[in-house]
């Protein structure tokens, strides 16, 4: 491939890697992973609400890596209340988006590896940092947790739930340095640790003279 095209696939996959960073960075600091409602199950069962008067007891909560917001409806008016959390994989997977997109992947490891390998950092935080979530999310009830959280005399239950914008920020990011790699490989470098025929070729040749 001439060295023109090259360069102009390698800007491409710097500016997508740099409009990852600041998506990233962008997701990460809000509080739009997950919106969902929650039922005040012990208020609506006290006064035996009717389903014309459920509305009444449904709450909202929505929360990100770090924060968010829940609203109390137990009959008597919402009462906002915010909280925070702490995920450490998301500065994880964040430092290595912004290296990628800043860094020097020729200073770190030399050769196209370095590119390669960086790619592959990013992307596989990227899918960590969504599997840990939705897994916490999902199988662990984590909306109920935090509506439950040092709550003594009612019990909410999840009434809906879905992921929000920010969570599919950091699945396209993941994909993005995906195709980077793939980038990398149209510009005409082979994959690590793949071996190329040519070398193949001329050690059987060596082997027979020998």
């Known amino acids: 491939m001439p060295a023109q095209q090259k360069k102009i696939i390698f800007c491409i996959a710097g500016v997508l890697s740099f409009a990852c960073a600041l998506g990233t960075a962008a997701a990460i600091g809000t509080q739009l992973w997950v919106k969902g409602s929650i039922l005040c199950k012990t208020g ?42 702490l ?11 912004m290296l990628n ?35 916490e999310v999902k199988i662990h009830h984590l909306s109920e947790k935090i509506a439950n959280f040092k709550e003594g005399s009612f019990i909410f239950k999840t009434h809906s739930e879905q992921f929000a914008n920010s969570f599919w920020i950091i699945l396209v990011c993941s994909l993005v340095q995906f195709l980077n790699a793939l980038l990398i490989r149209f510009a005409g470098f082979e994959f690590p640790f793949s071996k190329s025929k ?13």
């Open 101 to 135: 997109a800043f860094g020097s992947p020729y200073e770190t490891l030399h050769g196209p590896v370095g590119l390669y390998l960086w790619s592959f950092i990013s992307c596989s935080c990227g899918c960590l940092i969504m599997i840990l979530f939705s897994s």
């Open 198 to 210: 040519h070398s193949g070729t001329t050690t059987g040749a060596a082997d027979l003279m020998y």
């Open 87 to 97: 995920v450490v994989f998301a500065l994880v997977g964040a430092g290595f988006f």
């Open 44 to 85: 609506a069962l006290l006064v035996n609400a009717t389903s014309q008067e459920m509305h009444k007891f449904i709450g909202h909560i929505q929360y990100g890596l770090f924060h968010g917001e829940r609203v109390r409806q137990c009959g008597l008016g919402g009462r906002p209340l915010q909280f925070s959390l």
